[in-house]
């Protein structure tokens, strides 16, 4: 019977069926950061329990690090040096490797995992963070979990799990120049609501996802957690192939012939369907306070709920562009990569961010992008533009107690999220592309990146 990619991977990690309905799977990597990792390592310790394969365990300090200059343990979150701490203590008592905040390999976890070789095409991969589905665009079947999965999965290498169901979004043609992953996803969410992928597993398939470098299908599995889904897998080609070789934990050759199967065979039987046609997206902007909350970047404001027009200070039938803006933010685990930042930096060389523009943040998705990015001068032309470079992390993808932006402030954002308070207290955030987030932070609103870089290109 022809499979799915998902069916693939489930089978070759089934080790049982509970009686409760759920099945037990064989967990081959485990990723833990500093807010929840220490937490589930003690009670391991404090159960009794070892890692069953450290080998297989990996953490990082990502989330509440400072990404100032000079940082240190000390964080801008009232506490958040004991996360950094314990963590530490607790990862080296229980032998698992650790990027610790200024190791050269730190990071955001979604992005140094792939930058590793640590996530490879067939293996399952879980992490106490709900963008774990991010590296599905290696063909893995990654998601999410919480500090008392993470701990029974240390300890047993395996997690029990309801099968979700399974559906493929087919994106059919080609994106139209200046029309990027993030729109994509903004406008699956928009056209199919926040909860569409609800209890499934969702393959992106398609020309225009085969289409995509490896850095943009990462933007693309991303935000399945923003479309509810239990993960997002995208099948490994070439392009995954060579991506992933020579990284530090990948095998010397991609010759397994288990690997050459990762595909939906042809006849595959999904639960459900969707197709959109790439060439109609446009760049695209969040309105509201959720992501299925967005529009084209040229269209008006509809009708949503009342508290989402209250919160954002928009009216229906108000046109997006042109919505003044108080900050800009480039980052995340969904845009914070080395291609997100070139294609910010290719709009706003030679140019500076608008008067009214108070912050504005360029945060490396990790240490080597950022030494990546100095190498090619990128950080120039961001300090030049009026945007302070960082060191990676987090950072205000999220607010944790620490950093924010000024209460009430409205910022344009590459990252995943827009939920009331998200970025801080009152903060009002648009989620876009990086090179829309570009373009507002220069024209002090809202702004079409394609004519921007018409200009650029004349």
């Not at 998902?6 to 759920?22: E, L, Y």
């Not at 979700?164 to 994509?184: E, H, I, Y």
């Not at 109609?280 to 040229?298: L, Y």
């Not at 827009?418 to 090179?435: D, V």
Request: charged share 20%.
């Amino acid at each position: 019977m022809p499979q799915t990619l998902f069916d693939k991977i489930w089978a070759a990690h089934h080790v049982a069926d509970t009686a409760a309905g759920a099945a037990l799977i064989a967990i081959d990597r485990v990723f833990l950061h500093e807010r929840t990792g220490a937490a589930a390592l003690r009670s391991l310790a404090e159960r009794g329990r070892r890692v069953h394969d450290p080998a297989r365990v990996f953490a990082v300090m990502d989330h509440i690090v400072d990404t100032r200059p000079g940082r240190g343990d000390s964080t801008l979150m009232p506490g958040g040096e004991a996360f950094i701490t314990e963590t530490r203590a607790a990862t080296r008592a229980a032998g698992i490797t650790l990027f610790d905040v200024n190791d050269r390999d730190q990071g955001i976890v979604h992005v140094i995992s792939p930058e590793l070789g640590i996530v490879l095409p067939g293996v399952t991969l879980v992490a106490p963070d709900s963008h774990t589905c991010t590296q599905g665009a290696f063909g893995a079947l990654a998601w999410g979990i919480g500090s008392s999965e993470a701990e029974h999965a240390m300890a047993t290498g395996t997690l029990r799990l309801k099968r979700p169901q399974t559906m493929r979004v087919t994106f059919t043609g080609r994106l139209a120049p200046g029309v990027t992953a993030k729109d994509m996803a903004l406008a699956l969410i928009a056209a199919h609501d926040a909860g569409g992928g609800a209890g499934h597993a969702v393959e992106f398939a398609g020309s225009a996802v085969r289409e995509l470098d490896m850095e943009a299908r990462m933007t693309l599995c991303n935000m399945a957690t923003e479309f509810s889904a239990m993960t997002a897998l995208i099948a490994p080609d070439v392009q995954t192939f060579a991506w992933l070789a020579g990284r530090r934990y990948a095998p010397a050759a991609f010759d397994d012939p288990y690997w050459a199967t990762l595909r939906s065979d042809e006849g595959a039987v999904f639960d459900r369907e969707l197709a959109i046609d790439a060439a109609t997206i446009a760049p695209m902007v969040s309105w509201g306070t959720s992501p299925e909350q967005s529009v084209a970047i040229d269209a008006a404001v509809p009708q949503g709920p009342a508290r989402a027009h209250d919160y954002i200070g928009l009216a229906p039938g108000q046109r997006i562009a042109g919505t003044p803006i108080d900050a800009a933010f480039i980052g995340s685990c969904t845009n914070g990569r080395l291609s997100d930042l070139r294609r910010a930096a290719a709009l706003l060389k030679g140019r500076r961010i608008a008067p009214s523009v108070r912050k504005a943040l360029v945060v490396p998705g990790s240490a080597a992008v950022r030494r990546a990015a100095e190498a090619e001068g990128l950080d120039r032309i961001f300090t030049d533009a009026g945007f302070e470079w960082r060191l990676s992390g987090c950072s205000l993808c999220f607010y944790a107690g620490g950093e924010g932006f000024a209460p009430g402030s409205r910022t344009v954002s590459t990252t995943n999220r827009n939920f009331e308070g998200r970025q801080g207290p009152g903060i009002r955030t648009h989620i876009a592309s990086p090179e829309t987030v570009a373009a507002s932070a220069i024209a002090g609103a809202i702004a079409d990146p394609r004519a921007l870089a018409a200009e650029a290109a004349a």
